[in-house]
Nanobody, 124 residues
Framework: QVQLVESGGGLVQTGGSRRLSCAASGSTFSNYKMGWFRQAPGKEREFVAGISWGGAITRLADSVKGRFTISRDNSRNTVYLQMNSLKPEDTAIYHC?????????????????WGQGTQVTVSS
């Protein structure tokens, strides 16, 4: 069992930056692939970024490549999402998730545990 708590959301202007954090507890953090998803009002949850156990493999959605970076610190049981050059269309609730999957998954159904999410609002 893994508990996930996101933080770092808030209001940011277009072109600004924000770093989200997700703190894990309850199980061995380094055993899990970690991911970030987001859900905007009226839209389905979409994959944003994923990272392997040791951080060597990362995957990013095309919509955020070149702007977002995912990283993890296994000594702190934390995964991060650095978001730069933010756009209004990045406005959403951002959720982190943990997966026992053998590879870094990009679909929500491959993730086993979810956090409650943190709101990011990008003003134009």
């Amino acid at each position: 069992q893994v508990q996930l708590v996101e933080s770092g959301g808030g209001l940011v202007q277009t072109g600004g930056s924000r770093r989200l954090s997700c703190a894990a507890s309850g199980s061995t953090f380094s055993n899990y692939k970690m991911g970030w998803f987001r859900q905007a009002p009226g839209k389905e949850r979409e994959f944003v970024a994923g990272i392997s156990w040791g951080g060597a493999i990362t995957r990013l959605a095309d919509s955020v490549k070149g702007r977002f970076t995912i990283s993890r610190d296994n000594s702190r049981n934390t995964v991060y999402l650095q978001m730069n050059s933010l756009k209004p269309e990045d406005t959403a609730i951002y959720h982190c998730a943990a997966a026992r999957n053998p590879w870094v998954p990009t679909t929500a159904n491959r993730y086993d545990y979810w956090g409650q999410g943190t709101q990011v609002t990008v003003s134009s």
